[in-house]
């Protein structure tokens, strides 16, 4: 009785609570979405860094990475993977070689790390191969007879191995992408023009259009231009296992491209016999062997097994090898907390407000329940469950709207273009698409419900302190 | 045995400096069935003294037993379970619950006191059929006239049986033929359910009505006289 006449009277003044459930709407709207908006960018970086750069668990030999000395490798691999093998929630094991070494065209050379892979077995644990550019070649593909190696775009910039040039091709897929006819007739003067470098092609762009234009549409036209000079070679210098200098020309056979310029820059993929036999090392070695697990949350349950397991071996999950990322996922939760007390505090100032109006209002009606017997519980319960209802409506309504955009966003994503560049520098992709986890939307309408509680007490307090014979005689 | 028993009771306001004293020393009773009014001018204490019958105020002196209950011994908690329990209030402006229906406001007090569904109905029907509103069951106060909600009013303050019905100037609000009507009701209810009425008031049909006409001044009761 005392929920059905709560629910009754917050539709007494429809229009005031109408507005204060849509602010409520809108408050828990703003928080979930900006919530999953952020979480989307840490969670695709985590994503990133597990499946295309790190794997859940690493095992080096216990000095490699306080040295990266080439002799530093793992003994008894066979009896390394046997235990992989055996322990639960393992699901694909890779060795590899890593080693330090200069890559080197004609015109630049830059420090990398050389990794010696097992393309099919890396196939299995780490996406990379699903971002190759199309069209820079095949490294996962059919064996080739030369030297290949896989290297990031943003080394393959570095490099001069990229080049710029307005085809034909080009204008067409600048037609499709909706640019404007006046940009593209200025584009004309650069058509069939070769520019080596990155550079010298955003100077010219910059020279023949205006700078809102510039601004636009550099990215679309950098994507259109960008062609791979096919078949380009590297030279790749590193100690051999005797630390005697040594290096191969390897020509690129795939050019991958990820949200991590530093890793795009840094690293680099050949074929692990390959570089076996560069160096020199013998058949079975690896410096390193990377564990995937049947998901993300058993990482923290399985590395210290494996710890123990494994006491000749640096064990390392991906929290351990990037703590700054483990660091940031957790402050990053604490700070939705915060964010979302915000939101719930501001909100519950609203309801403590129309609350205490509603009482206010009904002092002679609240004085007569008094009067007639309704003793101080129910009365508190009934305002209580009135800002209840209030919060939770609003509540309910804003997260079905939260999670109707979010699934939407999450299907096409919010593409942050403008902050590409200084995004991609520190590893987060500029195209986000929100997510959040079920867990968060029942926490938040526990808070909420918890909200409505805390913002009744004032206004049901109040309420309680009528007299009810001074209720009923004032009007 | 009384219903109500008043001894000797006061009830004085701390008006800043100056001590109001709204009851002086009233002495009275009520026994069941009694249809008394309470009358007097304004100011004469009519309200204080069916507030402190009611248990809605505490008197500064002497003592009021109703159902074997000292009033002044109650903490404030029991005080509400008390007058869930033994008294009916009827007030001047009717007073109802706004979002309820009429049969809702009726079975309201016998849902406090946690009456099965079924009872309840029962009760509720026979309530608004002696009221003459078999027919509103379901209409809101807001689409009641002022006597209609009067009558639902005193169904709601009938509804758990209490041990006597307090009215404070019930017909205030009213035009003539509600009143009568009311009136009528009322005093059907207290021949029919031997129903003890209380009232306050200034009308002069409640009084010609009355059995019973207590004249309050200045806090003191200077006419208790019988009136068939």
Redesign the interface.
Known sequence: ?ITE?AW??VW?NKSRSLIVITAVAIGVFAGVFSIAAMNSSIVQRIDAAVNEELSHIQINNKDFRSSSDIQNIIRDYPSLITVLDSTPGVINTTGRIVIRGIASTASKSTGVEINGIDVEKEKRIFTLKDKLIPGTGSFFGAPTKFNSVFVGEKLAKELNIIRYTLTQDAFLKLESEGIPSAVITKLESLRDQKFPTDKKFSVAVENILASSEKNKFIYKIKEAAWSYREGSKIILSFLDINNNQTGAAFRVCGIFRTNNDMFESLSVFVPVNELRSLTGMTEGSYHRVIAKLENNDLTDKITPTLRESLPGFEVLSWKEIQPDLAMLADMMQQIYGIFMGIILAALAFGIVNTMLMAVLERT??IG?????????R?IFSMIMLESVFLSIVGGIIGMIISGAVIASTAKHGINLVKYSEGMEAIGYSAHLFPTIGVQFFITTTILIVLTGILSSIYPARKALKLN??EA??GE | MAVVQINNVYKAYHDTEVEVKAINGVTLSFEKGDFAVVVGPSGSGKTTLLNLIGGLDQPTGGEILVAGHRLSELRPSELIDFRMEHVGFVFQSYNLIPVLTAAENVSFIMNLQKWPKEKRKVRTDELLSSVGLSDRHNSRPSQLSGGQQQRVAVARALATHPEFILADEPTANLDSKSAESLLDIMEKLNHEEQMTFIFSTHDIRVMKRAHRVITLEDGKVISDELSF
């Open positions: 009785m006449i009754k009277n007494r002679r009606e007569m329940l008094a009067a007639i017997g309704m003793n101080r129910k009810p014979v009923i005689r």
